[in-house]
């Protein structure tokens, strides 16, 4: 994230977490820096504790939720065998036309799409013949305890879907919103198929300028952020024009909590107060920032809110994606209320029942669409609950580096304001490949490849793009591409936004 500099230099790195992806295929848990603090040490294990291969949570029988990660790992043993898939199941010849008007459980298999969630059955052992009975067998485990099947994930491919995953696995698995299901979704790259117990709602929102909304970014005043707020602005000018008038993009404010410094001549700005005491963590500063932008920035035409940070390059033109005035954000997989009912409790109310924290907005304070009204009321609220969990040493330990956003959530809970999911809002290399329906690309990871193209997660790269390798200094132009045989199509689109923006820039 755009903050992370000085999280890096001022905050102890908490244990790293495990992953909520289905197939994190060496997936890079976002509490570490770069993906190089995965280089494996010579005893074998990783530096920070664990390989990102057998990172991973899993559901066995005991009664205790777990993540999970398809690395491989065998758990049959403690894992509850399947129940028999019912035989009208199986028999007819029901296909993807089914809806919610008559199949309460309907079949709609999404190609190219690997949802995440809790898992119900292990898929790795869990072999089936098609797509269908691996839908009819989450049906037979719809209502288990403590979870149940409400989505699931299968592995077409002859060839096995990657990360030792065989032909034919499939994985039962449990999200709290099966009806706006999460994960990685509609990438040609992804040899998966998902589907949901729910008919999949509709994340499109609405068309029409009534929808404009106004981008709001913090900042402080390091090099750091200053490069890559230049470069955001860049394409939110250039997706902005490229809209049109009639289209739904407003204004842009970046909201400055630090000293003027010499892009308030270049980018529309704001200049607020930093807090007094950021404890070392300068994030603490964003909330405030918000609190700050209602009292001093004046009021601005447009009823809608974009929150958004410095690392977030616009791959087309942006749409506000709220249905009505519901809020619409991103989910991030390591946001997971449910994991910690005591710090929730303590912080969002001891009157929480375990069915209402796991239904909490699992996202963080950015990239989210949202009524200025709904921003105001959370504002305050975010702030004071941030800096109480920062002063708690068990939630910040707990918590680390993403403790401002889980006092986004919270805040929003105490608020009552819910947020709808929007997976396609944003996409995050090198994790992601295609450029698909994503609007934003958010660089926060390190890519690393070596010059055949090949993807080296754990290790640095011989080419590689980590924005932190310009924490004191700026990029500069004409960076490399990745090598030929690199397979990521967003990897090379961040390079080649960077460069059009340096070479456009003036006094770059």
């Excluded at 019912?86 to 459980?105: I, L, N, V, Y």
């Excluded at 005491?277 to 001093?296: D, I, Q």
């Excluded at 029942?353 to 996202?363: A, F, H």
């Excluded at 329906?437 to 080419?463: A, V």
């Amino acid at each position: 994230r755009g903050f992370l500099f000085a999280r890096v230099q001022r905050v102890p790195q908490p244990e790293p977490r495990p992953l909520a992806a289905h197939a994190g295929g060496g997936r890079v848990d976002p509490t570490t820096v770069t993906t190089a603090s995965f280089v494996p040490s010579a005893d074998g294990q990783s530096i920070l504790g664990v390989l990102p291969e057998k990172a991973g949570r899993f559901s066995t029988g005991d009664g205790k939720r777990r993540d999970d990660t398809a690395s491989g790992t065998t758990v049959e043993s403690v894992v509850k065998p399947p129940r028999p898939i019912p035989r009208e199941a199986t028999s007819g010849a029901q296909t993807s036309t089914e809806t919610t008007s008559t199949h309460p459980h309907p079949f709609l298999p999404k190609p190219h799409s690997e949802y995440g969630g809790d898992v119900v059955k292990w898929g790795s052992t869990f072999l089936v013949d098609s797509e269908r009975a691996c839908h009819d067998a989450c049906v037979a485990h719809v209502n288990d305890e403590p979870i149940g099947c409400n989505v699931w994930v299968y592995c077409p491919s002859i060839g096995g879907c990657g990360n030792d995953q065989p032909h034919k696995a499939c994985w039962l698995k449990h999200q709290s919103r099966p009806e706006n299901p999460v994960g990685q979704i509609d990438d040609p790259h992804n040899k998966w198929t998902s589907g949901s117990m729910s008919t999949p709602s509709d994340t499109r929102g609405e068309r029409g300028v009534h929808k404009k909304f106004h981008v709001v970014v913090t900042t402080n005043a390091n090099v750091y952020q200053a490069w890559q707020v230049r470069v955001m602005y860049y394409w939110y000018l250039k997706m902005k024009e490229a809209q049109g008038p009639d289209g739904q993009m407003g204004g842009f404010t970046r909201v400055l909590h630090d000293d003027k410094d010499a892009l308030v001549d270049e980018i529309p700005t704001c200049v607020v107060d930093r807090l007094d005491n950021e404890y070392g963590f300068v994030v603490l500063s964003r909330p405030n920032a918000f609190v700050e932008f209602f009292k001093k920035c004046g009021d601005i035409e447009e009823d809608y809110i974009l929150m958004a940070e410095p690392d977030h390059l616009y791959l087309k033109p942006l749409e506000n994606l709220m249905t009505g005035n519901t809020p619409a954000a991103f989910p991030f997989f390591y946001i997971d209320p449910k994991k910690f009912p005591k710090l929730i409790r303590r912080f969002a109310g001891e009157h929480l029942t375990d069915s209402e924290i796991e239904q909490m907005d699992p996202i963080g304070s950015s990239p989210v669409f949202i009524h200025k009204k709904d921003l105001a009321t959370i504002a305050p609220i975010w702030r004071d609950v941030t800096l109480k969990i920062k002063q708690d040493k068990e939630a910040d330990k707990e918590w680390g580096w993403v403790l401002e956003m889980y006092g986004y959530t919270i805040a929003a809970k105490i608020a009552g304001v819910r947020h709808d999911l929007r997976p396609q809002l944003q996409a995050q290399p090198p994790w992601d490949k295609s450029i698909g329906e994503f609007f934003i690309l958010h660089f926060t990871y390190g890519n690393d490849y070596d010059l055949n193209g090949k993807f080296t997660p754990g290790k640095i790269g011989q080419w590689r793009f980590d924005k932190r390798t310009w924490m004191s200094s700026i990029p500069p132009k004409k960076l490399p591409l990745p090598p030929a045989g690199c397979d990521n199509e967003l990897v090379k689109r961040l390079v080649e936004m960077v460069n059009e923006a340096s070479a456009n820039l003036p006094n770059w």
